[in-house]
């Protein structure tokens, strides 16, 4: 029964965004807000890391978590999405969307890691009656999905656009059970690790903001670091990576982005399959940002 409070308490407010009737103003407001959610959230992790005894000691081991959690949460989406492609060609169809130009850097990862950095220096020098209080990543969680609700409501893609690009689905499907199937093998990899966390752990998808509060609040903020620290080698993988795989097997490279897809990687996407790959992008993308928080909420809370 706990569990299922908490799978609604926390995906309540993405329904609520949806139902929100969207307009041009408050969409730019939940992107700028996002924005600098993002930035908040990732400080007050560096935070609550900072509070973490003996974490020097620790490192060496979150950092053989990340590195295994990547290899196989990655490579398995990707040997996937490949096989995919060989067994069933892409015919791409005629454009139909159109896509914003963005320009792509390394430069906003970065910033990401920098940020979790400067919160383990605060959480360092803060005095312990200074400390947020104990709800408020509970908090932050909520107004980041409220603010995703609105901002895919506001996007203008229809939930029946999305499904009638049935390549899309399928590449959703065939994404979540692969990188999954990753989350168990490194459950059996590592003993401390149970089958739900290694599922929980794996469900981010690249949603690396998401990922890090849902961990921290569900396995504390060793494991909320490890799914950062995953999710984040996602983005800068599929930056570099997207073009190498885009001519030989672009649902691979489409699916390198994850939950990105959508988003943050959409605009290498474009450049490197033109905009013929653009709608595959959005719905994969799309699919994949309602999936995850779904996952990762009914996993951790199996415990």
């Known amino acids: 029964m706990q569990s299922l409070i908490t799978l609604v308490l926390v995906l309540m407010p993405?329904?609520?965004?949806?139902?929100?009737?969207?307009?041009?103003?408050?969409?730019?407001?939940?992107?700028?807000?996002?924005?600098?959610?993002?930035?908040?959230?990732?400080?007050?992790?560096?935070?609550?890391?900072?509070?973490?005894?003996?974490?020097?000691?620790?490192?060496?081991?979150?950092a053989l978590y990340v590195i295994t959690l990547s290899i196989l949460t990655i490579g398995t989406g990707l040997f996937s999405l490949m096989l995919f492609d060989r067994l069933k060609p892409w015919q791409a169809k005629k454009?139909?969307?159109?896509?914003?130009e963005h320009r792509v850097s390394i430069r906003g990862s970065l910033a990401q890691v920098v940020c979790v950095v400067i919160g383990m220096v605060i959480?360092?020098?803060l005095p312990e009656g200074y400390l947020p209080p104990e709800n408020t990543m509970t908090v932050l969680l909520m107004i980041l999905i409220l603010l995703v609700g609105i901002g895919l409501k506001g996007s203008g893609i229809t939930l029946k656009e999305v499904l009638l690009n049935r390549r899309g689905v399928e590449m959703s499907v065939i994404f979540t059970f692969a990188v999954l199937a990753g989350g168990l093998f490194f459950a059996l990899l590592f003993s401390e690790v149970s089958w739900t966390k290694g599922l929980a752990?794996?469900?981010?998808?690249?949603?690396?903001?998401?990922?890090?509060?849902?961990?921290?609040?569900?396995?504390?903020?060793?494991?909320?670091?490890?799914?950062?620290?995953?999710?984040?080698?996602?983005?800068?993988?599929?930056?570099?990576?997207?073009?190498?795989?885009?001519?030989?097997?672009?649902?691979?490279?489409?699916?390198?982005?994850?939950?990105?897809?959508?988003?943050?990687?959409?605009p290498i996407i474009q450049q490197s399959g033109g905009l013929k790959v653009v709608p595959l992008a959005i719905s994969f993308g799309f699919l994949i940002n309602i999936i995850s928080p779904v996952l990762m909420v009914f996993f951790s809370a199996l415990g």
């Open 14 to 62: 993405m329904f609520i965004g949806f139902a929100i009737p969207s307009n041009p103003k408050m969409t730019v407001f939940a992107d700028k807000g996002l924005s600098y959610l993002v930035f908040i959230i990732l400080t007050l992790i560096g935070i609550e890391l900072s509070q973490v005894e003996g974490l020097g000691s620790q490192i060496g081991e979150i």
């Open 95 to 100: 454009p139909v969307a159109k896509s914003k």
């Open 123 to 125: 959480g360092y020098f």
């Open 201 to 266: 752990l794996a469900s981010g998808f690249g949603w690396y903001s998401l990922s890090a509060i849902v961990m921290t609040e569900a396995y504390g903020a060793i494991w909320g670091s490890v799914a950062l620290f995953n999710d984040l080698i996602r983005e800068f993988f599929a930056l570099i990576f997207i073009p190498v795989f885009m001519r030989k097997s672009p649902s691979a490279s489409v699916g390198l982005g994850g939950a990105t897809s959508l988003d943050f990687t959409l």
